[in-house]
């Protein structure tokens, strides 16, 4: 079975751009989660899709964070435009279903200067 | 206002001695807990959790224990091996989305 598949696995930008990070979740899984894990701290969860409908997005800041999850499979988190505390792990995970377990993709490293 | 803590920011013991992690949370409303094990480059993976009607979890050489009057719990590995050398994260959940919780993470080195 393929895990959660991301990319690109690092990116380095300059502030006020904009970037786009993609996931693929494990085949068959409803519930997709993105978080951001800032160097010394745990993830923090930003958005959780159920399909394509949004669970939770408490935490995205969404004055320049947006994400997506067209036709309930792929999804596409983006950062416009960036700022240096955006700096960070961005993982991606996906679940069988809202409380089953989560499978974490490799996650993205996104350096802001 | 962290929720999850995870005191000890690293760890050191040599292999084939017990390991232990400790994690506090302050939130009542969590009543699901689990570890995570974080490789570097890579995403964490599920290790092993501990419902709230429980005070003690065991799968192979992991047990976790649940202290909820203290609001607790502790991840024992036994015996260490340095393959467990890792970031350990403790997470917990509560509410109708499950919704995870993480703390800080604790670095595990096991020493050959």
């Known amino acids: 079975e393929a895990g959660v598949a991301q990319s690109p696995r690092y990116k380095i930008i300059e502030k006020r751009q904009s970037v786009a990070f993609w996931c693929n979740p494990i085949?068959?899984?409803?519930?997709l989660y993105w978080y951001q894990q800032i160097l010394g701290q745990g993830p923090k969860l930003l958005i959780q899709f159920q399909n394509n409908g949004v669970v939770d997005d408490s935490q995205l800041p969404k004055d320049r964070f947006s994400a997506e999850r067209l036709k309930g499979v792929d999804s596409t988190l983006k950062i416009q435009p960036a700022k240096l505390e955006d700096s960070a792990v961005y993982l991606c995970a996906s679940s069988g279903g809202v409380g089953e377990e989560q499978y974490f993709g490799p996650g993205t490293r996104l350096t802001v200067t | 206002d962290q929720q999850v803590k995870q005191n000890s920011p690293s760890l050191s013991v040599q292999e084939g001695r017990i390991s232990i992690l400790n994690c506090d949370y302050t939130?009542?409303?969590?009543?699901?807990f689990l570890w995570y094990k974080k490789y570097p480059a890579e995403g964490p993976t599920f290790l092993i959790s501990?419902?709230?009607?429980?005070d003690k979890n065991e799968d192979g050489r992991f047990t976790v224990f649940l202290n909820k009057s203290a609001k607790h719990l502790s991840l024992h590995i036994v015996p260490s091996q340095p393959g467990d050398s890792a970031v350990y994260f403790c997470?917990?959940?509560?509410?109708?989305?499950?919704?995870?919780?993480f703390g800080k993470g604790t670095l595990l080195t096991v020493n050959p």
């Open positions: 997470a917990a959940s509560g509410g109708s989305n499950y919704k995870l919780t």
């Open positions: 501990i419902s709230s009607i429980k």
């Open positions: 939130n009542s409303m969590f009543d699901y």
């Open positions: 085949s068959g899984h409803a519930t």
